[in-house]
Protein backbone atom coordinates (compact mmCIF):
# COMPACT_ATOMS: atom_id res chain seq x y z
CA UNK A 1 0.00 0.00 0.00
CA UNK A 2 1.30 3.92 -0.48
CA UNK A 3 2.44 5.57 2.24
CA UNK A 4 -0.35 7.98 3.72
CA UNK A 5 0.47 11.73 2.99
CA UNK A 6 -1.29 14.88 2.40
CA UNK A 7 0.25 15.91 -0.93
CA UNK A 8 -2.17 15.05 -3.95
CA UNK A 9 0.30 13.15 -5.91
CA UNK A 10 4.27 11.43 -5.78
CA UNK A 11 6.69 10.87 -7.80
CA UNK A 12 8.42 7.19 -8.28
CA UNK A 13 11.43 6.99 -10.77
CA UNK A 14 12.58 3.84 -12.50
CA UNK A 15 15.91 4.53 -13.55
CA UNK A 16 17.43 2.95 -16.96
CA UNK A 17 21.27 2.96 -16.61
CA UNK A 18 21.90 0.94 -19.32
CA UNK A 19 20.79 4.41 -21.11
CA UNK A 20 21.14 6.54 -18.90
CA UNK A 21 17.40 7.20 -18.88
CA UNK A 22 14.58 8.06 -16.31
CA UNK A 23 10.76 6.90 -16.75
CA UNK A 24 8.19 8.25 -14.10
CA UNK A 25 5.16 7.21 -12.64
CA UNK A 26 3.31 9.95 -11.14
CA UNK A 27 0.16 8.51 -8.72
CA UNK A 28 -1.85 9.98 -6.11
CA UNK A 29 -2.42 6.09 -4.51
CA UNK A 30 -5.32 5.31 -6.58
CA UNK A 31 -4.57 6.94 -10.32
CA UNK A 32 -1.07 7.13 -12.19
CA UNK A 33 0.60 8.67 -14.94
CA UNK A 34 3.22 7.14 -16.77
CA UNK A 35 5.90 9.50 -17.94
CA UNK A 36 8.45 8.35 -21.20
CA UNK A 37 8.03 4.45 -20.21
CA UNK A 38 10.74 2.23 -21.51
CA UNK A 39 10.26 -0.69 -23.32
CA UNK A 40 10.58 -3.56 -20.41
CA UNK A 41 6.91 -2.28 -19.26
CA UNK A 42 7.06 -5.05 -16.36
CA UNK A 43 8.99 -3.43 -14.16
CA UNK A 44 6.23 -0.18 -14.18
CA UNK A 45 3.22 -2.49 -14.21
CA UNK A 46 4.76 -4.41 -11.35
CA UNK A 47 5.85 -0.84 -9.59
CA UNK A 48 1.87 0.26 -10.15
CA UNK A 49 0.76 -2.83 -8.55
CA UNK A 50 2.99 -2.66 -5.27
CA UNK A 51 1.37 1.30 -5.18
CA UNK A 52 -2.03 -0.16 -5.69
CA UNK A 53 -2.61 2.67 -8.17
CA UNK A 54 -4.24 1.95 -11.65
CA UNK A 55 -2.46 3.86 -14.97
CA UNK A 56 -4.51 5.69 -16.90
CA UNK A 57 -2.38 8.00 -19.01
CA UNK A 58 0.54 7.51 -20.61
CA UNK A 59 2.53 10.74 -21.95
CA UNK A 60 5.49 10.64 -24.41
CA UNK A 61 7.75 13.62 -24.02
CA UNK A 62 8.90 13.21 -27.78
CA UNK A 63 9.56 10.38 -30.51
CA UNK A 64 12.70 9.00 -28.60
CA UNK A 65 15.58 8.69 -30.96
CA UNK A 66 17.75 6.41 -28.13
CA UNK A 67 15.36 3.84 -26.91
CA UNK A 68 12.28 2.26 -28.18
CA UNK A 69 9.42 3.36 -26.19
CA UNK A 70 7.04 1.08 -23.94
CA UNK A 71 4.11 3.73 -24.16
CA UNK A 72 1.88 1.65 -26.69
CA UNK A 73 2.57 -1.32 -25.23
CA UNK A 74 1.76 -0.11 -22.11
CA UNK A 75 -1.33 1.48 -22.73
CA UNK A 76 -2.50 -2.04 -24.85
CA UNK A 77 -1.75 -3.36 -21.59
CA UNK A 78 -3.70 -1.32 -19.20
CA UNK A 79 -6.34 0.72 -21.16
CA UNK A 80 -4.44 3.40 -20.65
CA UNK A 81 -4.63 7.04 -22.58
CA UNK A 82 -1.20 7.34 -24.66
CA UNK A 83 -0.61 10.74 -24.76
CA UNK A 84 1.94 12.41 -27.88
CA UNK A 85 2.14 15.57 -29.58
CA UNK A 86 -0.75 16.11 -32.01
CA UNK A 87 1.78 17.36 -34.40
CA UNK A 88 3.71 14.07 -34.70
CA UNK A 89 0.95 12.64 -37.12
CA UNK A 90 1.40 9.05 -35.64
CA UNK A 91 -0.18 6.28 -36.96
CA UNK A 92 -1.21 4.04 -33.62
CA UNK A 93 -3.77 4.76 -31.72
CA UNK A 94 -2.94 7.98 -29.17
CA UNK A 95 -4.95 10.85 -27.62
CA UNK A 96 -3.03 14.25 -30.07
CA UNK A 97 -2.02 17.18 -27.23
CA UNK A 98 -0.79 20.55 -28.14
CA UNK A 99 0.89 22.82 -25.84
CA UNK A 100 -1.78 24.93 -23.30
CA UNK A 101 -3.89 22.10 -23.23
CA UNK A 102 -4.21 20.55 -19.79
CA UNK A 103 -6.16 17.23 -18.46
CA UNK A 104 -6.52 15.72 -15.14
CA UNK A 105 -5.17 12.47 -13.71
CA UNK A 106 -6.75 11.51 -10.35
CA UNK A 107 -6.88 14.80 -7.62
CA UNK A 108 -3.65 16.32 -9.43
CA UNK A 109 -3.77 18.36 -12.91
CA UNK A 110 -1.17 18.12 -15.86
CA UNK A 111 -0.26 21.03 -18.26
CA UNK A 112 1.10 20.86 -21.69
CA UNK A 113 3.99 22.78 -22.59
CA UNK A 114 5.48 23.25 -26.31
CA UNK A 115 9.29 22.89 -25.89
CA UNK A 116 10.85 22.45 -29.23
CA UNK A 117 14.50 22.08 -29.22
CA UNK A 118 15.65 18.48 -28.94
CA UNK A 119 13.51 17.32 -31.63
CA UNK A 120 10.47 19.85 -33.22
CA UNK A 121 7.35 18.45 -31.48
CA UNK A 122 8.84 18.16 -27.99
CA UNK A 123 6.57 19.00 -25.11
CA UNK A 124 6.88 18.65 -21.37
CA UNK A 125 4.46 18.16 -18.66
CA UNK A 126 4.03 20.12 -16.10
CA UNK A 127 1.76 18.22 -12.85
CA UNK A 128 0.28 20.14 -10.21
CA UNK A 129 -1.65 19.22 -7.46
CA UNK A 130 -2.42 20.74 -3.55
CA UNK A 131 0.03 20.25 -0.79
CA UNK A 132 3.33 20.22 -2.77
CA UNK A 133 5.02 22.10 -5.68
CA UNK A 134 5.10 21.32 -9.10
CA UNK A 135 6.63 18.67 -10.99
CA UNK A 136 7.89 19.39 -14.75
CA UNK A 137 8.73 16.57 -16.89
CA UNK A 138 11.43 17.49 -19.28
CA UNK A 139 11.95 14.98 -21.21
CA UNK A 140 14.98 15.87 -23.55
CA UNK A 141 14.80 20.10 -22.88
CA UNK A 142 15.54 21.12 -19.98
CA UNK A 143 17.99 18.92 -18.20
CA UNK A 144 20.11 18.81 -14.92
CA UNK A 145 22.70 21.93 -15.77
CA UNK A 146 22.37 21.18 -19.52
CA UNK A 147 20.02 20.86 -22.36
CA UNK A 148 19.18 17.88 -24.52
CA UNK A 149 21.34 17.85 -28.01
CA UNK A 150 19.69 19.13 -31.17
CA UNK A 151 21.10 17.24 -33.92
CA UNK A 152 19.41 13.96 -34.02
CA UNK A 153 16.57 14.75 -35.87
CA UNK A 154 17.41 14.17 -39.75
CA UNK A 155 16.02 17.52 -41.76
CA UNK A 156 16.47 19.79 -38.75
CA UNK A 157 19.40 22.58 -38.79
CA UNK A 158 20.64 22.16 -35.76
CA UNK A 159 21.69 25.83 -34.99
CA UNK A 160 17.73 26.58 -35.49
CA UNK A 161 16.72 23.92 -33.13
CA UNK A 162 19.43 24.98 -30.79
CA UNK A 163 17.53 28.68 -30.58
CA UNK A 164 14.35 26.57 -30.10
CA UNK A 165 15.87 25.17 -27.26
CA UNK A 166 16.80 27.94 -25.61
CA UNK A 167 13.48 29.60 -25.52
CA UNK A 168 12.00 26.61 -24.37
CA UNK A 169 13.93 26.20 -21.31
CA UNK A 170 13.77 29.97 -20.36
CA UNK A 171 9.77 29.47 -21.08
CA UNK A 172 9.80 26.31 -18.88
CA UNK A 173 11.42 28.42 -16.12
CA UNK A 174 9.14 31.39 -16.41
CA UNK A 175 6.18 29.23 -15.67
CA UNK A 176 8.11 27.47 -12.88
CA UNK A 177 8.11 28.57 -8.97
CA UNK A 178 11.58 27.75 -7.51
CA UNK A 179 10.74 25.17 -5.08
CA UNK A 180 9.08 23.25 -8.71
CA UNK A 181 11.25 20.17 -9.17
CA UNK A 182 12.97 19.15 -12.35
CA UNK A 183 12.24 15.41 -13.83
CA UNK A 184 14.38 14.74 -17.56
CA UNK A 185 14.16 11.75 -19.54
CA UNK A 186 17.50 12.08 -20.72
CA UNK A 187 21.43 13.37 -18.37
CA UNK A 188 22.59 10.70 -16.65
CA UNK A 189 24.46 9.07 -18.77
CA UNK A 190 22.31 9.77 -21.96
CA UNK A 191 23.89 10.79 -25.38
CA UNK A 192 20.91 12.64 -25.74
CA UNK A 193 22.37 15.38 -23.43
CA UNK A 194 24.69 18.09 -24.78
CA UNK A 195 27.25 19.65 -22.84
CA UNK A 196 27.93 18.90 -19.36
CA UNK A 197 27.52 21.71 -16.65
CA UNK A 198 29.84 22.24 -14.97
CA UNK A 199 28.18 22.60 -11.43
CA UNK A 200 25.40 19.79 -9.48
CA UNK A 201 21.93 20.43 -9.55
CA UNK A 202 19.83 19.16 -6.71
CA UNK A 203 16.86 18.74 -9.47
CA UNK A 204 14.90 22.12 -8.08
CA UNK A 205 14.44 25.25 -10.46
CA UNK A 206 15.95 27.34 -7.99
CA UNK A 207 18.71 25.87 -8.48
CA UNK A 208 18.90 25.23 -12.34
CA UNK A 209 18.38 29.00 -12.62
CA UNK A 210 22.20 29.10 -10.96
CA UNK A 211 23.33 26.10 -13.15
CA UNK A 212 21.97 25.62 -16.14
CA UNK A 213 23.60 27.05 -18.74
CA UNK A 214 20.39 27.83 -20.55
CA UNK A 215 19.56 29.97 -17.54
CA UNK A 216 23.11 31.37 -17.28
CA UNK A 217 23.98 32.53 -20.71
CA UNK A 218 22.47 35.83 -21.40
CA UNK A 219 23.38 35.99 -25.53
CA UNK A 220 21.46 33.51 -28.00
CA UNK A 221 24.38 32.99 -30.09
CA UNK A 222 26.57 32.35 -27.48
CA UNK A 223 24.41 29.57 -25.80
CA UNK A 224 24.13 28.39 -29.86
CA UNK A 225 27.52 28.46 -30.15
CA UNK A 226 28.22 26.42 -26.99
CA UNK A 227 26.06 24.29 -27.51
CA UNK A 228 26.74 22.95 -31.27
CA UNK A 229 30.70 23.01 -30.33
CA UNK A 230 30.39 20.42 -27.10
CA UNK A 231 28.28 18.15 -29.46
CA UNK A 232 30.30 14.19 -30.06
CA UNK A 233 29.37 11.60 -32.27
CA UNK A 234 26.54 9.85 -31.01
CA UNK A 235 25.51 5.78 -31.29
CA UNK A 236 24.84 4.51 -34.72
CA UNK A 237 21.76 2.73 -33.42
CA UNK A 238 20.21 6.17 -32.65
CA UNK A 239 19.02 5.76 -36.63
CA UNK A 240 17.20 3.08 -36.20
CA UNK A 241 14.94 4.39 -33.32
CA UNK A 242 12.75 7.28 -34.40
CA UNK A 243 11.35 4.97 -37.03
CA UNK A 244 10.28 2.33 -35.02
CA UNK A 245 8.37 4.22 -32.65
CA UNK A 246 6.80 6.26 -35.41
CA UNK A 247 5.64 2.78 -36.57
CA UNK A 248 4.76 1.70 -32.74
CA UNK A 249 6.68 -1.15 -31.44
CA UNK A 250 5.49 -4.06 -30.53
CA UNK A 251 5.36 -6.28 -27.45
CA UNK A 252 8.93 -7.73 -26.39
CA UNK A 253 9.62 -11.61 -26.32
CA UNK A 254 12.22 -12.41 -23.04
CA UNK A 255 12.23 -15.96 -23.95
CA UNK A 256 14.97 -18.04 -23.58
CA UNK A 257 17.14 -17.37 -26.35
CA UNK A 258 17.56 -20.76 -28.09
CA UNK A 259 20.66 -22.75 -27.59
CA UNK A 260 24.11 -23.46 -29.08
CA UNK A 261 26.55 -25.38 -29.24
CA UNK A 262 30.53 -25.41 -30.07
CA UNK A 263 29.79 -26.92 -33.59
CA UNK A 264 27.23 -24.33 -34.33
CA UNK A 265 29.11 -21.26 -32.60
CA UNK A 266 31.93 -22.29 -35.15
CA UNK A 267 29.69 -22.38 -38.10
CA UNK A 268 28.80 -18.71 -36.91
CA UNK A 269 32.10 -17.53 -36.73
CA UNK A 270 32.93 -18.74 -40.21
CA UNK A 271 30.37 -16.94 -41.45
CA UNK A 272 30.74 -13.70 -39.69
CA UNK A 273 28.17 -13.37 -37.33
CA UNK A 274 28.81 -11.29 -34.08
CA UNK A 275 29.43 -13.82 -31.42
CA UNK A 276 29.64 -11.80 -28.14
CA UNK A 277 31.52 -12.82 -25.03
CA UNK A 278 29.72 -11.14 -21.68
CA UNK A 279 32.96 -11.53 -19.45
CA UNK A 280 35.11 -9.43 -17.98
CA UNK A 281 38.02 -8.22 -20.13
CA UNK A 282 40.50 -9.41 -18.26
CA UNK A 283 38.82 -12.99 -18.49
CA UNK A 284 38.18 -12.29 -22.01
CA UNK A 285 42.17 -11.76 -22.48
CA UNK A 286 43.45 -14.99 -20.84
CA UNK A 287 41.18 -17.22 -22.63
CA UNK A 288 38.41 -16.82 -25.53
CA UNK A 289 37.36 -18.44 -28.82
CA UNK A 290 38.68 -16.90 -31.69
CA UNK A 291 36.77 -14.68 -33.57
CA UNK A 292 34.17 -13.58 -30.37
CA UNK A 293 34.06 -10.13 -29.70
CA UNK A 294 34.41 -8.74 -25.72
CA UNK A 295 31.65 -6.11 -24.80
CA UNK A 296 31.65 -6.80 -21.02
CA UNK A 297 27.55 -6.86 -19.54
CA UNK A 298 27.74 -3.41 -17.29
CA UNK A 299 25.61 0.37 -17.85
CA UNK A 300 27.31 0.92 -20.71
CA UNK A 301 26.95 -2.68 -22.32
CA UNK A 302 24.11 -1.68 -24.28
CA UNK A 303 25.23 2.05 -26.12
CA UNK A 304 28.55 0.11 -27.40
CA UNK A 305 27.11 -2.76 -28.86
CA UNK A 306 24.53 -1.54 -30.01
CA UNK A 307 26.65 1.32 -31.70
CA UNK A 308 29.16 -0.91 -33.29
CA UNK A 309 27.22 -3.34 -34.27
CA UNK A 310 26.15 -3.68 -38.06
CA UNK A 311 22.10 -3.94 -37.60
CA UNK A 312 20.27 -6.67 -38.53
CA UNK A 313 23.58 -9.17 -38.34
CA UNK A 314 23.00 -12.16 -36.58
CA UNK A 315 23.83 -12.12 -32.38
CA UNK A 316 24.86 -14.66 -30.64
CA UNK A 317 25.57 -14.13 -26.80
CA UNK A 318 28.15 -16.40 -24.60
CA UNK A 319 27.78 -15.67 -20.65
CA UNK A 320 28.98 -17.78 -17.58
CA UNK A 321 25.38 -18.11 -16.23
CA UNK A 322 22.10 -17.62 -18.14
CA UNK A 323 20.88 -14.93 -15.78
CA UNK A 324 23.79 -12.97 -17.21
CA UNK A 325 22.34 -13.80 -20.70
CA UNK A 326 19.22 -12.59 -19.72
CA UNK A 327 20.11 -9.33 -18.17
CA UNK A 328 21.74 -8.42 -21.65
CA UNK A 329 19.04 -9.92 -23.66
CA UNK A 330 16.30 -7.49 -21.76
CA UNK A 331 18.92 -4.62 -22.35
CA UNK A 332 18.82 -5.26 -25.92
CA UNK A 333 15.14 -5.36 -26.29
CA UNK A 334 15.05 -1.61 -25.04
CA UNK A 335 16.45 -1.15 -28.29
CA UNK A 336 15.21 -3.05 -30.85
CA UNK A 337 17.65 -6.12 -30.97
CA UNK A 338 14.94 -8.58 -29.55
CA UNK A 339 15.94 -11.96 -30.45
CA UNK A 340 19.82 -12.90 -30.34
CA UNK A 341 19.76 -15.86 -32.50
CA UNK A 342 20.97 -17.90 -29.65
CA UNK A 343 23.21 -18.52 -26.89
CA UNK A 344 25.51 -20.11 -24.69
CA UNK A 345 26.09 -20.05 -20.92
CA UNK A 346 29.42 -21.87 -19.40
CA UNK A 347 33.24 -21.12 -19.79
CA UNK A 348 35.19 -20.89 -23.47
CA UNK A 349 36.46 -24.41 -23.13
CA UNK A 350 32.61 -25.43 -24.10
CA UNK A 351 32.64 -23.01 -26.28
CA UNK A 352 35.27 -24.15 -28.81
CA UNK A 353 38.48 -25.73 -29.35
CA UNK A 354 39.78 -23.01 -31.21
CA UNK A 355 40.68 -20.42 -28.39
CA UNK A 356 42.95 -17.33 -28.69
CA UNK A 357 44.44 -14.64 -25.52
CA UNK A 358 46.59 -11.48 -25.55
CA UNK A 359 47.97 -9.61 -22.98
CA UNK A 360 47.26 -7.14 -20.78
CA UNK A 361 48.99 -3.76 -19.12
CA UNK A 362 48.39 -0.86 -17.43
CA UNK A 363 50.29 2.47 -18.48
CA UNK A 364 53.32 2.15 -16.23
CA UNK A 365 54.61 -1.03 -17.91
CA UNK A 366 53.71 -0.19 -21.50
CA UNK A 367 57.70 0.11 -22.12
CA UNK A 368 57.75 -3.97 -21.72
CA UNK A 369 55.81 -3.74 -25.16
CA UNK A 370 57.20 -2.74 -28.62
CA UNK A 371 54.65 -1.49 -30.76
CA UNK A 372 52.13 1.61 -31.75
CA UNK A 373 49.85 2.60 -29.00
CA UNK A 374 46.18 2.86 -30.28
CA UNK A 375 44.13 5.53 -28.66
CA UNK A 376 39.99 4.90 -29.09
CA UNK A 377 39.03 7.22 -27.20
CA UNK A 378 36.56 10.57 -28.60
CA UNK A 379 38.10 13.66 -29.93
CA UNK A 380 37.07 15.95 -27.38
CA UNK A 381 38.39 13.39 -25.07
CA UNK A 382 41.86 13.12 -26.56
CA UNK A 383 42.26 17.40 -27.34
CA UNK A 384 42.61 17.58 -23.30
CA UNK A 385 46.24 15.54 -23.07
CA UNK A 386 47.21 12.29 -25.20
CA UNK A 387 50.30 9.97 -24.84
CA UNK A 388 53.22 11.32 -27.06
CA UNK A 389 53.30 9.20 -30.43
CA UNK A 390 50.26 7.48 -30.07
CA UNK A 391 47.48 6.99 -33.12
CA UNK A 392 44.18 7.98 -32.93
CA UNK A 393 41.19 6.17 -33.90
CA UNK A 394 38.09 6.46 -31.92
CA UNK A 395 35.85 3.22 -30.95
CA UNK A 396 33.12 3.95 -33.27
CA UNK A 397 34.98 4.33 -36.07
CA UNK A 398 37.31 1.29 -35.98
CA UNK A 399 35.71 -1.62 -37.92
CA UNK A 400 35.62 0.93 -40.81
CA UNK A 401 39.12 2.20 -40.67
CA UNK A 402 41.01 -1.46 -39.75
CA UNK A 403 43.14 -1.00 -43.19
CA UNK A 404 44.32 2.48 -42.60
CA UNK A 405 46.29 1.04 -38.95
CA UNK A 406 50.04 0.84 -38.93
CA UNK A 407 51.52 -2.69 -38.71
CA UNK A 408 52.72 -4.49 -36.41
CA UNK A 409 51.18 -4.52 -32.71
CA UNK A 410 48.81 -2.37 -31.16
CA UNK A 411 48.85 -1.14 -27.69
CA UNK A 412 45.05 -0.15 -27.02
CA UNK A 413 43.82 2.42 -24.45
CA UNK A 414 40.94 4.48 -23.63
CA UNK A 415 39.88 6.37 -20.49
CA UNK A 416 39.36 3.37 -18.56
CA UNK A 417 39.77 -0.33 -20.06
CA UNK A 418 36.24 -0.94 -21.14
CA UNK A 419 36.15 0.70 -24.64
CA UNK A 420 39.64 -0.52 -25.22
CA UNK A 421 38.64 -3.90 -24.34
CA UNK A 422 35.58 -3.73 -26.97
CA UNK A 423 38.62 -2.52 -29.23
CA UNK A 424 41.38 -5.18 -28.47
CA UNK A 425 38.68 -8.02 -29.36
CA UNK A 426 37.59 -6.57 -32.85
CA UNK A 427 41.15 -6.16 -33.47
CA UNK A 428 42.16 -9.88 -32.66
CA UNK A 429 39.16 -10.85 -34.27
CA UNK A 430 40.87 -9.22 -37.72
CA UNK A 431 43.78 -11.14 -37.02
CA UNK A 432 46.09 -8.37 -35.12
CA UNK A 433 48.63 -8.46 -32.71
CA UNK A 434 46.85 -6.56 -29.52
CA UNK A 435 47.90 -5.50 -26.18
CA UNK A 436 44.82 -4.67 -23.79
CA UNK A 437 45.85 -1.27 -21.89
CA UNK A 438 43.66 -1.89 -18.59
CA UNK A 439 44.13 1.55 -16.48
CA UNK A 440 42.69 4.69 -16.08
CA UNK A 441 43.81 7.62 -18.59
CA UNK A 442 43.65 10.23 -15.84
CA UNK A 443 45.81 8.35 -13.46
CA UNK A 444 48.14 7.99 -15.94
CA UNK A 445 48.50 11.55 -16.27
CA UNK A 446 48.70 12.19 -12.59
Request: hydrophobic share 35%; net charge negative.
Amino acid sequence: MPTPTTASFNVETIETPALGDRSYLVHDGKVALVVDPQRDIDRILDLAERLGARITHIVETHVHNDYVSGGLALARATGALHVHADAEGLAFEHQPVIGGSSFDVGSFQVEVVATPGHTPHHLSYVVRGAGRPPAAFTGGSLLYGTVGRTDLVDGIDPREATRSQYHSVRQLADLLPDGATIHPTHGFGSFCASTQSESESDGSMQTEREVNVALTTDDEDTFVDRILSGLTAHPAYYAHMDPLNRAGAWPIDLSTPAPVDAAELGRRLHRGEWVVDLRGRRLFAADHVRGTINIELNDSFLTYLGWLIPWGIGLTLLAPTSEEITEAQRQLALIGIDRPRGAAAGRPNTWGDDRNNYPVTTFDHLDTYDGTVLDVRRPDERSTGAIDGSVHLPLDELLDSLDELPPGRLLVHCASGFRASIAASLLARAGRDVVLIDDSFDRERQ
